[in-house]
């Protein structure tokens, strides 16, 4: 019994200084700081660390706050987007374009960015040219010479939510003649 009591005594001396609080640190001549859990050297301070065997103190929160519901309703509403204005930028309203390839590249400036639900369509001549997108920029390919009026539209949810004014474009383009074949004399 006297054996168990002593080897008990033993671990419980050796458990503590495993967990030992205490650091002490010092600066050695070098400028060098040093940091041990013994202490050694000249002007030596201890350091005491948080016991880290207890559990940690609960979180604090902040207090809680009466809201008053009619108020919050404000709150909770999206803002509401000022209204979208398109205006495009180039080509210029009557300008004459040469492109024997067709090319005719419309850009646009919005005066807002477009949020999720809205997207632009290009109408060439009263027709919608390809797909809607978000871009404000068109590169349209292989176009018939002559003149032609483009318009922007931008839609959300399906509803037409602004306009910009029509331009006129005029494509000079070379046409293409087919070779005529001599007639044989017979």
Same mark, same amino acid.
Request: proline residues 8%; neutral net charge; hydrophobic residues 35%.
């Given at each position: ?22 650091? #002490?640190?010092?600066?050695?001549? &070098? ?7 013994? $202490?050694?050297?000249?002007? /030596? ?6 016991? #880290? ?15 008053? $519901? ?5 709150? &909770?509403? $999206? ?5 979208l204005e398109i205006t495009i930028t180039s080509p210029e309203h009557d300008q004459a374009l040469r492109s024997n390839a067709g090319m005719i590249t419309i850009r646009a400036e919005l005066n807002r960015k477009l949020s999720v639900d809205e997207t632009l ?6 027709? &919608? #040219?390809?797909?809607?997108?978000? *871009? ?5 390919? &292989?176009?018939? *010479? ?6 922007? @539209?931008? #839609? *959300? ?11 006129? /474009? ?5 046409? @293409? ?8 004399? @017979?």
């Amino acid at each position: 019994m006297h054996k168990v009591i002593t080897l008990l005594s033993i671990l419980l001396t050796i458990s503590s200084l495993a967990f030992a609080q205490t650091v #002490y640190t010092w600066t050695d001549n &070098n400028g060098v700081i040093h940091f041990s859990d013994t $202490p050694s050297g000249k002007n /030596v301070k201890a350091i005491q660390m948080a016991d #880290y065997h207890q559990p940690p103190p609960p979180p604090a929160f902040e207090a809680e706050t009466k809201v008053d $519901p009619k108020s919050d309703k404000k709150d &909770n509403q $999206p803002t509401a987007l000022s209204p979208l204005e398109i205006t495009i930028t180039s080509p210029e309203h009557d300008q004459a374009l040469r492109s024997n390839a067709g090319m005719i590249t419309i850009r646009a400036e919005l005066n807002r960015k477009l949020s999720v639900d809205e997207t632009l369509q290009l109408q060439m001549d009263g027709a &919608n #040219y390809h797909a809607p997108t978000t *871009r404000p920029l068109w590169e349209l390919r &292989n176009i018939d *010479r002559g003149t032609h009026t483009f318009t922007i @539209q931008a #839609y *959300r949810d399906g509803k037409l939510i602004a306009s910009s004014s029509p331009i006129t /474009v005029h494509l000079l383009r070379s046409s @293409q003649q087919k070779a005529v074949s001599p007639v044989k004399a @017979q």
